[in-house]
């Protein structure tokens, strides 16, 4: 679709965007979640295989903005939906001659969509980012204790010397209010085997100080930091890429190359809200491997994408850069400084 021929309603809704993520920017109040009949209704829809999904002529996402539904994809770019009935919708996009493209829902016993029919086209709902994991985890080497032996005996890639040395900081030390889910000390990751020896997230002392001037910044705002994930020893990069089938190893990091979590300097997460203590709803799950995990993906509710902009602003506030991939990565402005880590959990101790 040509992005500059948009009909007046096209360029109101945009408006209504660009406007939230002012306010947003503005410290504004959170939008209100998005009414319950539509928010089920979010999500992607393609016939396509997770393995091949991609281009937006094979999908179509639907998200909310100001509580009405819009549509991205299939031809259509943000084209906000006006509602019918519960599940039949029409796209206010001025063509067809007066006669909007109509959608419309398949819901199960449940209430939840099992597809969306545009036009004569029907687009299973799918759940991409799950389809991945287990696309990678039929895959996986089942054998950990040979891949962690495996890994340990292998060297990392020789660099020039580096400029600081390593100062490892447990973040459990760094603000009481900080929450943790060490994903990759259990089962409940990527490849479904433990990487790590315990539960624990290290960063370098200056990325360390940052995370506490940002967890401090966020509590008069009522959220905390949940961390999933900081300095990853290499051996552990290792065995990502061995565990993994190398139809998946775009999914990992190459440990040739090592990454900014080896030196210390990028951690995982997300907010939490302070009064429930639980986290809060951002557009995709962690490690999800999926659009969602777009930090422009404009996809999901007014209020995922607010909170998503919210920790963004908070972190580059404090010398961290959003990864562009992954909302939950961040990189600390002085990762380059630093060498390849190659200390295990067991050996850094409880707090370094």
């Known amino acids: 679709m040509n992005r500059c021929a948009r009909s007046t309603s096209s360029l109101i809704f945009l408006a209504v965007l660009a406007l939230a993520a002012t306010d947003c920017r503005a410290d504004a109040g959170i939008p209100n979640d998005a009414p319950s009949g539509l928010k089920r209704l979010i999500g992607e829809y393609t016939a396509v295989k997770a393995a091949d999904y991609g281009p937006s002529e094979t999908r179509l996402s639907i998200g909310e903005a100001d509580g009405k539904l819009f549509a991205d994809g299939f031809g259509l770019h943000l084209a906000p939906l006006r509602q019918m009935t519960a599940t039949r919708f029409a796209v206010d996009d001025g063509k067809n001659d007066g006669q909007p493209m109509r959608l419309e829902f398949e819901l199960d016993s449940r209430r939840q969509p099992v597809a969306v029919r545009v036009g004569s086209t029907r687009l299973p709902h799918r759940d991409i980012g799950l389809e991945i994991v287990e696309t990678i985890r039929a895959g996986v080497n089942p054998d950990p204790a040979r891949l962690r032996r495996t890994a340990l005996a292998a060297k990392p890639p020789v660099e020039a010397a580096p400029a600081r040395i390593f100062d490892l900081v447990d973040l459990a030390t760094v603000d009481p209010k900080i929450k943790f889910d060490i994903r990759y000390a259990g089962s409940d990751n990527l490849i479904g085997l433990p990487l790590y020896e315990r539960p624990a997230a290290f960063l370098q002392r200056p990325a360390a100080e940052a995370i506490g001037r940002v967890e401090h910044a966020l509590a008069s705002k009522g959220y905390g930091l949940l961390v999933y994930d900081g300095y990853r020893p290499w ?118």
């Open 235 to 352: 051996f552990v990069t290792k065995m990502f890429w061995d565990a993994t089938p190398a139809t998946a190893h775009v999914f990992v990091a190459d440990p040739s190359q090592g990454s900014r979590h080896n030196r210390g300097c990028a951690v995982d997460l997300t907010l939490y809200d302070l009064r429930s203590g639980e986290a809060v709803e951002m557009t995709g799950r962690y490690d999800e491997m999926s659009r969602r995990s777009y930090v422009d993906y404009p996809g999901g509710t007014s209020r995922q994408r607010w909170l998503r902009e919210l920790l963004q602003r908070e972190m580059q506030a404090q010398g961290f850069a959003p990864y562009a991939e992954e909302w939950w990565h961040f990189d600390y402005k002085d990762w380059s400084q630093y060498a390849i880590g190659t200390a295990t959990f067991s050996e850094l101790g409880s707090t370094p």
